[in-house]
């Protein structure tokens, strides 16, 4: 053979191999992610938050209900849900499942596109394009999901606020629906976090700046959003080739800054967007970029 036939060759079981390990093992390497967040009063002994976002739960899939279970012996503080949980018709009681050790937490959570709607096949080139067409699946029972978790005492901020205590802390919390939808209402939300609070958290699935902008401006000090799957196919030394959203590539995951400290709010506003744990049973890979939770650890800010 000679070489310049060799490689056509060479370039398709290149090809091939990342496609094995981006469907059969990276998008099943589950992994905790932690943070420092310095968002507390100084003085403030620290207060562990656990964030699961994009599960895409199907009905089979037991090592994924299994690990998310097992979170439970982290004994986080607080556990936030930032949505699109489902991915099957059948999957709400998987779901609840896995999440079962996490309800007896306190807990809050919002709802997404994918809580509401089934998944389809899309043209992942779609996504390339700004204001690509979206096209929805079939109705899922969102309401049972909802149900199972709000009736274990977790607050459901779609759209609304509430308030949890916490470690003897009172925590403010508000949230919007996904804006990806166009279904958020920050209106019904919205006025200036209570300064009297020992932490002010804001939820929204899809991280649109003019989503978060508005929660910066009522001096929330930390903001938990999903949606973007950290790119879910990421080239290394440039990162995530889309976001999904309004936000801009370079803070497409973890932990950064959103609003800066001021006068009136001295916490300033951090943004923690999840990587998320699932796929569309569509796109079932993820390269460079592995299925993850993340544990923020919430510590006192300088004086």
């Known amino acids: 053979m000679r070489w310049y036939t060799a490689l056509p060759v060479a370039a398709v079981a290149s090809g091939a191999a990342v496609t094995a390990y981006a469907s059969l093992y990276e998008r099943n390497r589950w992994t905790l992610r932690r943070f420092d967040v310095p968002v507390l ?33 982290l004994e986080p503080d607080m556990v936030i849900n930032t949505g699109d949980n489902l991915a099957g018709f059948d999957a709400v009681p998987g779901t609840l499942k896995a999440m079962e050790p996490l309800l007896d937490l306190p807990g809050a959570f919002v ?21 690509h067409k979206r096209v929805h699946g079939d109705p899922l029972p969102w309401r049972e999901l909802r149900d199972g978790m709000r009736d274990r005492g977790w607050l ?10 916490v470690d003897g802390r009172r925590i403010l919390l508000a949230g919007v629906d996904d804006p990806h939808l166009k279904l958020d209402r920050y209106d019904d939300v919205a006025g200036p976090a209570d300064p009297a609070a020992d932490l002010r958290v804001g939820l929204v699935h899809s991280p649109e700046p003019r989503v978060l902008d508005r929660f910066a401006a009522d001096n929330y000090d930390l903001l938990l959003c999903g949606h973007t799957h950290g790119g879910q196919l990421r080239v290394p030394f440039y990162g995530a080739l889309v976001t999904n959203c309004g936000i801009d590539r370079a803070r497409v995951r973890w932990l950064h800054r959103w609003a800066e400290p001021s006068a009136s709010h001295p916490a300033g506003t951090w943004l923690h967007i999840s990587a998320g744990l699932g796929t569309s049973p569509y796109a079932p890979v993820r390269f460079a970029c592995p299925p993850e939770a993340t544990l923020l650890t919430l510590t006192a800010r300088a004086a």
């Not at 002994?45 to 012996?73: C, F, Y």
């Not at 596109?113 to 700004?130: G, I, M, T």
């Not at 459901?156 to 606020?161: E, H, I």
């Open 111 to 131: 709802l997404a596109s994918n809580d509401y709607y089934a998944p389809k096949p899309k043209n992942p080139l779609k996504y390339f394009k700004k204001n």
């Open 41 to 73: 009063a100084p003085g403030s002994p620290p207060l562990t938050v656990l964030q699961i976002s994009d599960l895409h739960m199907t009905a089979n899939q037991r090592s994924k209900q299994e690990w998310v279970a097992g979170l439970a012996a």
């Open 156 to 165: 459901d901020l779609t759209n609304a606020a509430g308030e949890l205590t």
